[in-house]
């Protein structure tokens, strides 16, 4: 009696197990097919402005990001995160503690159509000469452009 029990036990996990894999699999089968890539742009409390491509499981891990830097003239540039000295990966894990605000952006966004077309990295260019148009200016706004 007792081994009857442990293998109707064995297999009762087995198809516990098969059907939390079947689960999980299903999931991301439908991730794909109906979760459209979103763009979003996060305000974080110390003043930075990050924009990307908004993970389906956690809204916080941002791939492709980009943010705004500020020139010594005063313009902003759009820079990729990626490109950054240091090289870090293509994916920035947010503080959601540190989010003061965050927002979709638009389908017709021209900001997703420019990290979008990011040009491959080519290994032993320099970044000016692979990307010499890796940062577009911003413009500032009238009022902005009006106080200075």
Known sequence: MLKNFSSNLTVTLIYILLGVILGIFLIFVINKIFYKNKYAVFFLE???????????????????????????????????????????????????????????????????????????????QSQQQQQPNQQQEVPQNQSQQKSQ
């Not at 891990?61 to 820079?79: A, I």
């Open 46 to 124: 110390d003043g930075s402005v990050y924009f990307g491509e908004v993970s389906f499981l956690n809204k916080y891990n941002l791939k492709n990001p980009v943010f705004l830097n500020r020139t010594q003239d005063g313009n902003l540039n759009v820079v990729y995160y990626s490109d950054l000295f240091y090289l870090p990966q293509n994916v920035l894990h947010l503080n959601p503690q540190k989010v003061i605000a965050w927002s979709y952006l638009r389908e017709n966004s021209p900001l997703i159509d420019y990290i979008k077309r990011k040009p491959p990295i080519i290994p032993g």
